[in-house]
C-alpha cells in the first residue's frame, strides 16, 4: 500500500475502477444480486404464443432483490386462489417453485418479492383468471 501513497489522485481512482471492471461482483460480497428496483413486464402465455400484456395485470410484482442470473429470464405466475399465487422459474438446469401469498413478501436465496392483487382480481372473476397461465420478466427483454 504504501507505493500507491506517490500516485496522484487520479491514478488511484483509475487503478480503483479497472480493479472493479475485473473483478467479479461476488468477490467484493454482494453475490450476483441485483438490489435495485427493477422494471417488470407481464406476458399471457398462449396456446400459440405469449403475448405483452400492457395494462390490466391483476396482480404487480414488486422487486426488492433478484438474482442476476433471473435478469430477462421468464417467471412462470399461477394463481392459485384469491390469497395465494405459485411461481416457476430455471436456474442453472434446476426448475424451483415456490408457493406465494398475495401482500406477504416472498424470500428466498434468488429472489424477494412483494406480489400484491390488484382490484381485478376479485370473487366475481377468480375461476377464469385462474385458468390464465401468466409470466413477469425482471428487467431486460422476454427470453
Request: proline share 3%; glycine share 8%; hydrophobic share 40%.
Amino acid at each position: 500500500m504504501n507505493k500507491l501513497n506517490c500516485l496522484n489522485r487520479e491514478a488511484k481512482s483509475l487503478i480503483f475502477y479497472l480493479i472493479l471492471l475485473v473483478m467479479p461482483v461476488s468477490f467484493f460480497g454482494q453475490t450476483d444480486s441485483i438490489k435495485a428496483q427493477q422494471k417488470v413486464s407481464y406476458f399471457i402465455i398462449g396456446r400459440i404464443r405469449t403475448a405483452p400484456l400492457d395494462d390490466g395485470a391483476p396482480f404487480k410484482v414488486q422487486v426488492i432483490r433478484v438474482n442476476g442470473k433471473l435478469l430477462g429470464q421468464s417467471i412462470s405466475f399461477k394463481i392459485v386462489d384469491l390469497q395465494h399465487y405459485k411461481i416457476t422459474y430455471t436456474l442453472g438446469n434446476k426448475e424451483i417453485a415456490v408457493d406465494g401469498s398475495f401482500g406477504v413478501e416472498l424470500n428466498n436465496s434468488d429472489l424477494k418479492l412483494m406480489i400484491q392483487k390488484e382490484p381485478s382480481l376479485g370473487e366475481q372473476n377468480i375461476a377464469g383468471l385462474k385458468t390464465i397461465a401468466y409470466q413477469f420478466v425482471v428487467g431486460g427483454q422476454h427470453k
